[in-house]
């Protein structure tokens, strides 16, 4: 079994920041891209950053030069650094990452969604 364990939410003022991690635990062979999600009350859930096992990165326009994801392969984690937090950045906040398992069968390539932090920011 695969986890995906968030942590790093929480409620701040307007221009303030917040770092999001999430790692991955389990029977992982590799892990592909990694990513975070947000879905706000009555929206649906949106891309907010992806990064490559190689580091390549995409931001959603609405965050760009504010938020900064990066991972770290040895802990097999991935953060979210968000900074100058808007109200509007008010959700759940969605780890995903693509992961490769070492299965009795062989290897197994899956999508894996961790339980969601909630970040609030105060206007």
């Known amino acids: 079994q695969v986890q995906l364990v968030e942590s790093g939410g929480g409620l701040v003022q307007a221009r303030g920041s917040l770092k999001l991690s999430c790692a991955a635990s389990g029977r992982i062979f590799s892990i592909n891209a990694m990513g975070w999600y947000r879905q706000a009350p009555g929206k649906q859930r949106e891309l907010v950053a992806a990064?490559?096992?190689?580091?390549?990165?995409n931001y959603a326009d609405s965050v760009k030069g504010r938020f900064i994801i990066s991972r770290d392969n040895a802990k097999n984690t991935v953060y979210l650094q968000m900074n100058s937090l808007k109200p509007e950045d008010t959700a759940a906040y969605y780890c995903?990452?693509?992961?490769?398992?070492?299965?009795?069968?062989?290897?197994?390539?899956?999508?894996?969604w961790g339980q969601g932090t909630q970040v609030t920011v105060s206007s």
């Open positions: 990064i490559t096992s190689g580091g390549s990165t």
């Open positions: 995903n990452a693509e992961i490769t398992t070492a299965q009795a069968m062989g290897l197994t390539r899956s999508g894996y």
